[in-house]
């Protein structure tokens, strides 16, 4: 432990002497070369394959897939476009995936009797791109044997000058179009098919809507309703078939039905930058392949074929992957790559106007219920993030995301450094508030329910990004000191999209973390602001040491009510009834412990030793408070405070599950401590509370309230939690610990707690995956089945850092 802490020593004094001399021109050069790298990819991941530019936002290039069988008039309400579980997908998701380069991804659509497989290739710098689909029938026997591919792209912006225009359509298998966005360029789109029948069963109704050939549509789409291109074709296809049975006064014959299911301007739309593009294979027989291709003119590197750029990226993705984890086991390496691929393939980028009541005042009234009744759009923000689950969730959540980044940074350090300066770019420079939920514009709004839209500058969430950068830089400070020539040679090809060039070129990390250090310093303070408790209200109590209690720092929820809290991210985890204004949480309290910790280490690295000392002071009060204020001996455990009025004494709120480990999870109890670390291994390996055979249960069997009411953060098991108890008996009682100090029947305990836990945890989430194809928001705790959202790959996919960074045993 010496070792490492004089190492740790040596990288941050060295680290200060670079922030000191670092080079601006190498931060420009860096930026430069993840703008370029990171600037196109499926950032629209709400759609099964969307995509759009990074930050260009005045007249950026959108394009979206959809699909459908044209056998069937009932087609029409089976358009796929969105993610949704409705749609009763056999298997959806990315197979492999970077988005500095592109991936594989594949769709099972047992109702469209499809089987799609996505490539997506980026061009060495980044500028262009492109995607082939492939297609097969999963039934070659079944009369489903269409599939028909609809395009949709639009070149957004007010400007004259810019233009999305068309060829006439003269070939069955392609179409060319050109466009120019002032901040995009000039470009071109080909949309060609490879191979596969085109589809000639049909009886034709006119000659525009001849399903074996292209059918192309141009019209006009305001910029802010191209998300609602599905509902577009619809109602065109809609008024087609009309069209069709009221000049034949006849329905649609049944050979007819792919002719009428081909758009056709009927309604002589005058072209414009909004294009449906319309191709139909037969897939009776044989496969299909299209390519979709967007190069920019006069670009160095254009993509001519998808072909040639396939193999290259999945063995560079394959290569990466194994160069971060090392996963012996085929079927668990099998398991951790699509487990990855699809959190990082829920990658997006959203630009947008958000709802905010700035009005709303809490006060013990708004116990009953939370009700944010005076929104206002404030914005346009942007934000680059990963969402939880694609199909309900595809929006920013700021308590999942430092989760996402604990994952991400073990495969790409600079992407997860990158998503969290978007998010920090957030907090508001006067008050230090970010939004808890980031729902930017009509098209991600359009996912969430009408209650959860507006957002309060009141209401907090667990602040994991602080956590999330607070373990890059100690990943860092103990990986030893090397530095990365990043030249342009590397900025061009794929070695250089390793994705560790901060992680090894410590001069950059400095002058990285000097932007972001003011931003969490303003959300640091408006944390602990907003949500202090009620602390003198415990002073004057016959049972608390006044002497022993830090007034600055205790904390509580703002905006729970008598069932939720939903601000602490634990929705329904019981807490005091009734709700008081001067309850104090413990969870709250540690939280704000980690970001002192955090902001103490970013401090140092900066050379600012002022402000180090302060963290390092508010931390020890966080840790003394936790022990003097919120530790029961009674209950032996961490609890929430409330005032008993009758007693004139501290009210201790005791529901033994996540929110009494937190102190312990979060790494907040001194090494030194070992009554209560030995506590929390007693508690953690008991079956009668809090272990079971998949897991960690949030809530111990022994509570009263332990699967009663939604049995949401009552009793099911979730993997974020059980994630940070693993990580901290590996801080705790590892192989560079201090265990040796403790107990050995102790540490005899917990060294088989934490086999006992990883693999519990991991083995069911791998076999819940093999069965069902997906991963889930949470695992129940009687049985192991996944539960609640289905391919919820959110903090879920932290099972790939246990599979492959944890070690079996410590």
């Known amino acids: 432990m010496l070792v490492i802490r004089w190492t740790v020593a040596i990288c941050v004094f060295v680290l200060q002497a670079y922030a000191a001399v670092q080079d601006p021109a190498s931060l420009r050069e860096y930026d430069n070369f993840t703008n370029r790298s990171l600037l196109w990819a499926p950032y629209r991941a709400n759609c099964y394959f969307g995509v759009r ?15 459908m069988n044209t056998k069937t008039v009932e087609a029409i309400g089976k358009i796929r476009h969105f993610v949704d579980t409705q749609d009763d997908m ?39 791109w492109g995607f082939r689909v492939r297609g097969e029938a999963l039934d070659k026997s079944s009369p489903l044997d269409s599939a028909s591919i609809i395009y949709y792209m639009k070149q957004n912006g007010d400007s004259k000058e810019n233009y999305l225009t068309s060829e006439q359509v003269t070939s069955d298998n392609k179409l060319r179009l ?69 000049e034949s006064d006849e329905d649609v014959e049944l050979l007819q039905i792919p002719s009428a299911m081909t758009i056709r301007n009927i309604h002589n739309f005058a072209p414009s930058k909004f294009h449906f593009v319309q191709k139909t294979f037969d897939i009776s027989e044989s496969p299909f392949e299209i390519d979709f291709l967007y190069n920019k003119k006069g670009s160095q590197n254009p993509i001519s074929s998808v072909d040639e750029l396939i193999k290259p990226v999945l063995d560079t993705i394959r290569s990466k992957f194994d160069s971060r984890f090392e996963i012996k086991d085929a079927r668990v390496r099998q398991f951790a790559i699509e487990t990855l691929s699809n959190l990082i393939g829920g990658l997006s980028y959203f630009h947008g106007k958000q709802l905010v009541d700035r009005k709303t005042v809490f006060d013990e009234e708004l116990f ?14 942007d934000l680059f993030t990963f969402v939880p689950s694609r199909a309900s969730y595809p929006r920013g959540f700021y308590w999942d995301e ?108 400095a002058a990285y973390s000097e932007r972001l250090y003011e931003k969490l310093l303003a959300q640091f303070n408006w944390f602990r602001s907003t949500q202090r408790g009620m602390t003198e209200e415990y002073l004057d109590l016959a049972d608390v040491d006044e002497d022993s209690i830090h007034v600055e720092d205790a904390y ?80 032996q455990s961490y609890c929430d405070l409330s005032i008993d009025d009758d007693l004139d004494t501290r009210k201790f709120v005791c529901h033994e599950g996540y929110v009494t480990l937190m102190p312990f999870a979060l790494k907040l109890i001194a090494t030194e401590d070992e009554r209560r670390i030995r506590r929390m291994v007693e508690v953690l390996s008991d079956p009668d509370r809090l272990l079971s055979d998949f897991g960690i249960r949030s809530l111990s069997k ?35 610990s201090d265990a040796e100090k403790y107990d050995h029947k102790l540490v005899k305990q917990a060294k088989q707690l934490y086999h006992q836990l990883r693999n519990n945890l991991l083995n069911n989430i791998i076999d819940v995956w093999e069965k069902d194809g997906y991963c889930y928001e949470q695992y129940n705790q009687n049985d192991g089945k996944g539960q609640r959202v289905q391919h919820f790959t959110g903090w879920t996919a932290l099972a790939v850092n246990l599979a492959g960074k944890f070690p079996e045993y410590i």
């Open 178 to 246: 050109t466009g120019y966005s002032g901040e995009l360029g000039e470009y071109e789109v080909l949309i060609s098919t490879v191979k596969g029948n085109s589809y000639k069963k049909a009886k034709v109704l006119s000659s525009e809507a001849d399903p074996s050939r292209i059918a192309h549509l141009s019209m006009v789409v305001p910029d802010d309703r191209v998300w609602n291109a599905n509902e577009i074709f619809q109602s065109l296809l809609v008024d087609s078939i009309q069209q069709y049975m009221a």
């Open 368 to 381: 009953s219920s939370i009700e944010l009744n005076h929104p206002e759009e404030e914005g346009p923000h």
């Open 90 to 128: 056999t298997k959806y998701g990315w197979e492999m995936y970077d988005p500095r380069i592109g991936g594989k991804q594949v769709i099972l659509d047992t109702v469209n009797n499809l089987n799609l497989t996505i490539y997506f290739v980026k061009s060495h710098d980044g500028v262009n």
């Open 402 to 509: 430092g989760f996402h980044l604990l994952q991400v940074m073990e495969y790409d350090f600079d992407l997860a450094l990158e998503v969290l300066r978007s998010w920090l770019g957030l907090v508001e420079d006067d008050s230090g508030w970010i939004a808890r939920e980031l729902i930017l514009g009509e098209e991600a709004r359009s996912k969430v329910p009408k209650e959860f839209q507006t957002q309060n500058p009141h209401i907090a969430n667990p602040p994991t990004l602080a956590l999330a950068f607070s373990e890059m830089l100690n990943e860092v400070l103990g990986s030893g000191l090397l530095h990365f020539d990043l030249t342009d040679e590397n900025l061009g090809s794929f070695s250089g999209n390793s994705g560790e060039t901060l992680k090894k070129d410590h001069e950059l990390l």
């Open 702 to 736: 022994m509570d009263e309230y332990y699967e009663t009411g939604e049995v949401y953060w009552r009793g099911p098991i979730w993997v974020n939690i059980n994630y940070l108890c693993i990580d901290a008996l590996r801080y705790y009682f590892g192989e560079e």
């Open 53 to 67: 530019p990074r930050y260009v936002n005045a007249e950026p290039f959108l394009m979206g897939l959809m699909w």
């Open 556 to 635: 509580h929820w703002v905006g729970r009510t008598f069932t939720h809290c939903l601000p602490s991210g634990l929705d329904d985890y019981p807490r005091a009834q009734p709700p008081d204004m001067a309850e104090l949480h413990v969870d709250a309290l540690s939280w704000v412990g980690i970001m002192s910790r955090s902001m103490k280490q970013i401090a140092a690295i900066l050379g600012r030793h002022q402000d180090a000392e302060r963290f390092h002071k508010i931390e020890q009060n966080v840790i003394d408070n936790l022990n003097n204020l919120h530790w029961s001996e009674e209950h």
